[in-house]
């Protein structure tokens, strides 16, 4: 295995243990990732990495309690990986190979394909694994598309799946190529799957499908965070506003990513990615609007391309980013007074933030309770590259934080996800490389 050693900095300061990439670059790439930082001091915590498992474009992890690891890869299907580091192909896409099961209305295309993966709270008895995805056929009612979620149950040597059920099989999906950037079909699909080990219900984060109308929506359940049963009916005490589809926990989100619930609350937070502004996490409230709203002719705006505002204006310009978030924004308190207000807003900017959890075990000293946070390392007129992942200190009522950065040893990495393992150790799927590395700190 390969190990880095990183020490990471308060107020998003890094210093590695050898000369990083990034000091061979020319001056002018230098500078600008040299905007992703602050000076400050040193703090205390420091971490390795190792490679773990390679893969193709990683979405997603989830873990049984003996180091046991399904994964998704966006392109290829759904994998197991045991503790003896042998690895088993499970479901896979449309025209593959080498899976115990594939399935033909499965595939991927631009930003979607096999994303969420979850273990169902009760595995040891049920061997339940729900998995998301993007599926076509005659049965599917957006274009011959929807994103869907499977429960399927797994055998004893986790060599295959069988009993495979639709249990969500009406989200939203983008059929046809738009006029916006990253306008292509599949686009903002959302796809995180986590059950809340307080209430025992599984989340799904759906993204808007760069549609006007889907994120404040009451029956499409797009640009939404669902809250459902094993079975994928609505959990009880969902709260969604009157006329509103029953599975909504919360609505009004562009592209949630990531889903986690903060240890000792089990409050669930999202991270989502903006519109070349404004990465957001924000906690979540039973019936909450985010208040993401791109609809066109609405709120001071006129009309917009294939009536979808959200990445105006000047869709293709270099508007600044405070001009673009005035135009668009991503938390509207003119529009919506009572949205959701975020906890982090990552300084104005949209660097593509994914995945995130919280870290759980004294062994991460100060960052113990702290979500960390990836992204995938958008940068677009003027705005830089941030190929990182941050730890974010919340504020108990969830509105507020402060920020660390933990370094890494390149800079052509899209962390796609993190998640945390039984041995409380940091799992990071680096879509760039494709491999998926253990991140425990000294």
């Not at 099989?169 to 995180?192: E, M, Q, V």
């Not at 917009?304 to 991503?330: H, K, T, V």
Request: charged share 20%.
């Amino acid at each position: 295995m390969t190990q880095v050693a990183i020490l990471a900095g308060t107020s998003g300061v890094s210093r590695t243990t050898r000369r990083p990439a990034w000091s061979l670059l020319p001056i002018s790439l230098a500078a600008v990732i040299g905007m992703l930082v602050s000076t400050g001091a040193a703090a205390e915590v420091t971490v390795k990495a190792e490679e773990f498992q390679k893969t193709e474009s990683p979405w997603d992890m989830a873990f049984l309690p003996d180091g046991t690891m399904f994964f998704t890869e966006k392109c290829k299907g759904l994998s197991v990986r045991l503790p003896s580091g042998k690895v088993n192909a499970l479901l896979g896409v449309g025209g593959s190979s080498g899976y115990a099961t594939m399935r033909a209305d499965l595939f991927c295309d631009g930003q979607a394909g096999v994303q969420g993966v979850a273990v169902d709270p009760q595995f040891a008895t049920n061997r339940f694994v729900y998995l998301y995805s993007s599926s076509k056929g005659s049965n599917r009612t957006y274009g011959g598309y929807n994103n869907i979620v499977m429960r399927m149950k797994m055998d004893a040597s986790l060599s295959s799946a069988s009993d495979i059920v639709e249990i969500i099989n009406d989200i939203g999906y983008k059929p046809a190529k738009s006029n916006h950037p990253f306008g292509g079909p599949g686009a903002h699909n959302g796809g995180r799957l986590r059950f809340n080990p307080g209430d025992g219900f599984l989340y799904v984060t759906t993204g808007d499908n760069h549609n006007g109308e889907g994120p404040q929506s009451p029956t499409q359940i797009r640009g939404k965070v669902l809250r459902v049963d094993r079975d994928g009916k609505a959990a009880p005490d969902n709260n969604p506003p009157a006329g509103f589809d029953k599975r909504i926990f919360a609505y009004g989100f562009r592209n949630p990513q990531g889903i986690s619930f903060r240890p000792g609350t089990n409050e669930p937070f999202i991270s989502e990615n903006g519109p070349w502004h404004t990465d957001e996490v924000t906690k979540l409230v039973n019936g909450g609007n985010g208040s993401w709203d791109p609809r066109d002719n609405r709120n001071g705006r006129g009309a917009c391309p294939d009536g979808y505002c959200g990445y105006s204006p000047n869709q293709m310009g270099a508007l600044p980013p405070a001009e673009r978030s005035a135009f668009m924004p991503m938390t509207d308190l003119r529009a919506f007074p009572d949205a959701l207000r975020p906890a982090w807003t990552n300084n104005g900017l949209s660097q593509g933030m994914c995945g995130s959890v919280f870290l759980v075990g004294k062994q991460w000293k100060e960052w113990e309770g702290r979500l960390a946070v990836g992204y995938a390392g958008i940068g677009i007129h003027g705005t830089p590259t941030g190929n990182r992942i941050d730890i974010l200190d919340i504020s108990k009522d969830g509105i507020a934080s402060t920020r660390q950065e933990l370094s890494w040893p390149t800079f052509a990495g899209r962390f796609r996800h993190l998640s945390l393992g039984p041995d409380n150790a940091l799992y990071v799927a680096d879509e760039a490389s494709g491999m998926i590395y253990r991140v425990t700190p000294n």
